[in-house]
């Protein structure tokens, strides 16, 4: 590769249109290193000669005397000559340093016909290609180092609506993005950097401006390319207009968000109601447990009312009998006090009432449903052991579900046990303070779980039971509400000698 000071430095002899039409075809490359000659001068007899206006307008030396070719200064390497102009010929051949070489006219001739063949062919290719570019749908954009567009296709200005003396010579990011300055991340980051930084297509996802204003999603990639000295100077960028399909696919991702939202109330719905219809399952066998629990102390009520209605009647009250009419209203007050209690907590758990978390101590929560289950579990000769933790946190949940959590488990045992003339229910909570949980296990000594079905168990409408004694909801609610109090639920052991149920839930820890 010759550098700019070893170029061969031609002159031309004749100054007609074709030695014009040369000087300026060569002229498009002088600045480029690249070049292996160069014409620096031209001579004709005429000043007026068209290759010599050319010339003087170029910086070419001109002369009316090819002689001065041969001057040293000059630095002549070689002389075309495009004259035919035997004499001429005849004169350069005798009078040339012998380190000046030249070609005659019939040479010259030849010399400009190949450039013409080679230009007319390289139009016919550009041509060509041009029009397979302008014929391809999607954008296609040349562009130099400095962020100039030397090139666009059709189809890329007629979908922004430009047109070519809008965008050749104008910066990328002032043309696309109407902005003086280059795109910059991590807002808008600039592909054209990406491919140079890592010399490698690059592809990206832009939003550029019509003509107009109006903004448009396009899908670009970045082709990186490289001169002769390997260094990256252009850049072709392919461009697809993705707008329709991006607002398309933000419609059915909106679509499919709002379906979700709307199948998520659905499903919320039909849990609140499987709640609510569990509960009042619940509520059914509760009332009939209650009926006989109530039994008990309002019959023990109308018998001491009676009997203080008589004693009075006999209007003998002595200090004993006063005595004894006292012990009994302290009775009839216990076993109402009693009836009170047990009424308050059924209708607290019948009453359907929204979702509202509070805090609450899970010792006392498991008494109340002992309560209302105190008669059930006489019923089924069932013993309660209760092994609870006293110093434990305190829990952040609705006490409804969770009260309606024990009472469908409690059931669930007692029915585990109904075969043994006996059974024992052991009741009992405990806090780990590495996980910060509550932990609740509810104990049988039932006939167990068995191994195909433990699997199952918390699936709706599964159920051991005989038909007409349950549709397999009970579980499925419980595992639902547990869920709902970002707590866990499975079953710990199970066997022939009973199932441990093992509950736990985040503990509340008040902000100080």
């Not at 490698?200 to 107009?212: D, G, K, S």
Request: hydrophobic letters at 35%; charged letters at 30%.
């Amino acid at each position: 590769m010759n550098n700019y000071n070893d170029v061969l430095k031609i002159g031309i002899i004749g100054g007609d249109e074709i030695t014009r039409d040369l000087i300026l075809k060569a002229y498009r490359h002088y600045k480029t290193k690249h070049i292996s000659a160069q014409i620096t001068a031209v001579a004709d007899p005429n000043e007026d000669a068209p290759a010599m206006i050319v010339g003087r307008e170029l910086g070419i030396f001109t002369t009316t005397d090819y002689h001065d070719f041969y001057k040293p200064e000059i630095g002549i390497n070689q002389i075309f000559i495009f004259t035919p102009d035997d004499k001429i010929l005849e004169d350069v051949i005798n009078t040339r340093p012998p380190d000046i070489c030249f070609v005659a006219h019939p040479g010259s001739l030849l010399f400009w016909d190949m450039i013409q063949h080679d230009e007319k062919r390289i139009t016919t290719q550009r041509d060509e290609l041009e029009t397979i570019i302008n014929g391809i749908r999607d954008g296609i954009v040349v562009i130099d180092d400095n962020y100039k567009i030397v090139q666009a296709n059709k189809p890329l200005l007629e979908r922004m609506g430009f047109s070519e003396d809008d965008v050749v010579g104008r910066n990328c990011h002032e043309v696309f993005h109407h902005s003086l300055a280059p795109c910059r991340p991590p807002e808008h980051p600039c592909p054209l950097e990406s491919a140079r930084k890592l010399d490698e297509p690059v592809r990206a996802i832009h939003t550029h401006q019509t003509l107009e204003g109006e903004e448009r999603i396009i899908d670009l990639t970045i082709h990186p390319f490289k001169d002769l000295d390997g260094k990256i100077n252009r850049f072709v960028e392919i461009t697809r207009d993705i707008t329709e399909r991006y607002k398309a696919r933000e419609e059915m991702t909106r679509r499919l968000e709002k379906a979700v939202e709307e199948r998520t109330q659905q499903l919320e719905e039909t849990h609140r109601k499987l709640i609510q219809q569990d509960k009042m399952t619940s509520l059914g066998k509760l009332s009939a447990s209650v009926v006989h629990e109530l039994n008990n102390p309002l019959s023990g009520i109308l018998t001491f009312n009676r009997l203080i209605r008589r004693t009075i009647m006999e209007k003998y009250l002595s200090a004993d009998v006063m005595m004894t009419i006292i012990d009994q209203l302290k009775l009839m007050e216990t076993e109402t006090v009693r009836c009170s209690k047990i009424v308050s907590n059924l209708l607290a758990f019948a009453r359907q009432s929204k979702v509202e978390p509070e805090v609450a101590d899970i010792n006392e929560l498991i008494e109340k449903v002992l309560d209302l289950n105190a008669h059930h579990l006489s019923l089924h000769h069932i013993e309660i052991i209760k092994e609870y933790q006293q110093k434990i946190p305190r829990l952040y949940c609705d006490l409804n579900q969770i009260q309606q959590v024990m009472i469908n488990l409690i059931f669930n045992a007692t029915e585990s046990m109904s075969e043994t003339k006996t059974g024992q229910l052991i009741l009992s909570t405990d806090y780990d303070e590495k996980e910060d949980l509550i932990e609740i296990r509810i104990k049988d000594t039932g006939s167990g779980i068995s191994e195909s079905d433990l699997p199952h168990i918390f699936e709706p409408f599964f159920t051991t039971k005989h038909e007409g004694k349950g549709v397999g909801l009970g579980l499925s609610v419980v595992y639902g509400i547990i869920k709902e109090h970002r707590g866990q639920i499975d079953v710990e052991k199970t066997g022939p000698s009973g199932t441990t149920f093992l509950i736990r839930l985040p503990a509340y820890h008040p902000q100080s």
